[in-house]
């Protein structure tokens, strides 16, 4: 099964199972939940089934934290759009903690934006990770695929 990796925010980084990884820039904040459910109807194999009539993909996002009320309310939005999309579709969503995704890219639960870039380009050398949001879904991509093996 396909996993799809969100890092939920305006500039929201994305990473898949499939090896592809990138970021997209959401506008205002009324519109951010309509544009990125917008950009999920057009991920590639989003609506792909198996002959069962299955989803083939998994969607796994950053749970919302911090301490600033309007980027925690934007991006609570933004989290419900990704919910509403996958109930709509049977599509399976989890969320997983910043704390837990800092740990497994760095081993501190309370690494800085700086560490996660770096163990990232480290880890992945090919890649061109462009900025933290695209590090933190790599990141995140790496602990559903880790979690999935064990």
């Keep these: 099964m396909k996993i799809l990796a969100l890092d939920i925010a305006q500039t929201m980084g994305w990473a898949d199972s499939d090896g592809n990884s990138g970021f997209v820039k959401f506008g205002d904040r009324e519109n951010r939940p309509f544009e990125l459910y917008s950009w999920l109807m057009g991920f590639p194999g ?12 998994r969607i796994v ?3 919302v934290a911090g301490r600033h009320t309007n980027a925690i309310m934007s991006m609570s939005e933004m989290q419900g759009a990704v919910r509403v999309f ?11 903690s910043p704390g837990e995704i800092k740990k497994h890219a760095t081993g501190k639960g309370n ?11 480290l880890m992945w050398p090919d890649k061109d990770i462009m900025s933290h949001d695209v590090a933190d879904a790599l990141w995140l991509l790496d602990l559903e695929l880790s979690q999935q093996v064990a």
């Design 46 to 57: 989003i609506m792909d089934e198996d002959r069962d009539g299955n989803a083939k993909i």
């Design 86 to 96: 996958c109930v709509e579709f049977f599509i399976d969503f989890s969320l997983r």
């Design 61 to 63: 996002a950053e749970r």
């Design 111 to 121: 690494a800085k934006k700086d560490a996660m870039v770096l163990a990232a380009r």
